[in-house]
Nanobody, 121 residues
Framework: VQLQAFGGGLVQAGGSLRLSCAASGRTFSSYAVGWFRQAPEKEREFVAG????????YYADSVKGRFTISRVNAWNTVYLQMNSLKPEDTAVYYC???????????????WGQGTQVTVSS
């Protein structure tokens, strides 16, 4: 599976962005997908995850109620809708896929390139 993340940008605090993770491969619907982020000089951290069918959703406490993960398997795409953005959300965001979902980035075998999200105060 090859992944490509896009949709990042510069936004003011309180604003919204929608990230997309586009996948190649006919078996994408059998993979769980996670979004992770990494700020400068910080470790990569889990943001949100979704099961292969879209029925299982899980979020980091820091983004609950503000971010929504979803997927359209027919389009081989996973989305991360980010609302009420805060300066502390500034990071490079990555999507990753694996047949077993987890909040642990080491579990994931496939990663997309990052997309920068910058939230100004």
């Amino acid at each position: 599976v090859q992944l490509q993340a896009f949709g990042g940008g510069l936004v003011q605090a309180g604003g919204s962005l929608r990230l997309s993770c586009a996948a190649s491969g006919r078996t994408f619907s059998s993979y769980a997908v996670g979004w992770f982020r990494q700020a400068p000089e910080k470790e990569r951290e889990f943001v949100a995850g979704i099961g292969f069918s879209g029925g299982r959703l899980y979020y980091a406490d820091s983004v609950k109620g503000r971010f929504t993960i979803s997927r359209v398997n027919a389009w081989n795409t996973v989305y991360l809708q980010m609302n009420s953005l805060k300066p502390e959300d500034t990071a490079v965001y990555y999507c990753a896929a694996d047949q077993t979902g987890s909040q642990d980035p080491q579990i994931y075998h496939y990663w997309g390139q990052g997309t920068q999200v910058t939230v100004s105060s």
